[in-house]
């Protein structure tokens, strides 16, 4: 009778799959509007809590290091303020993103 051994790929092997793309954007650069919608609502701080279902305009970060909570997200920032998000960086696994943009935003960017 033969043993079946379950595979696992070799480090090197696993080394060479691990990719993060590079971003489509610049970190910094304006992304839109999002309503927060987080997946684990029961592990967010008080202040996320609170966002919860908030449209926010939200910029770029940038992509989670593979090694990090979110690896190979996009992460996101509040816009030109940090009213709602107190500062947290967002997964992009949190965000609905909107198709418009506010009119006062739009004016920012102009």
Known sequence: MAILLPWRPSASQSARNRFVAPPLRPAGAYAGRARFR????????????????QVVEVGFAGIAPLDAPFAGQELYLEWCRDDVFGGFVIPEQDLEFLKEPSAACRRSLV
Do not use: M, N
């Open 38 to 53: 987080p997946v684990h609502e029961d592990r967010l701080p008080e202040v996320l809590r609170r966002a919860i279902g």
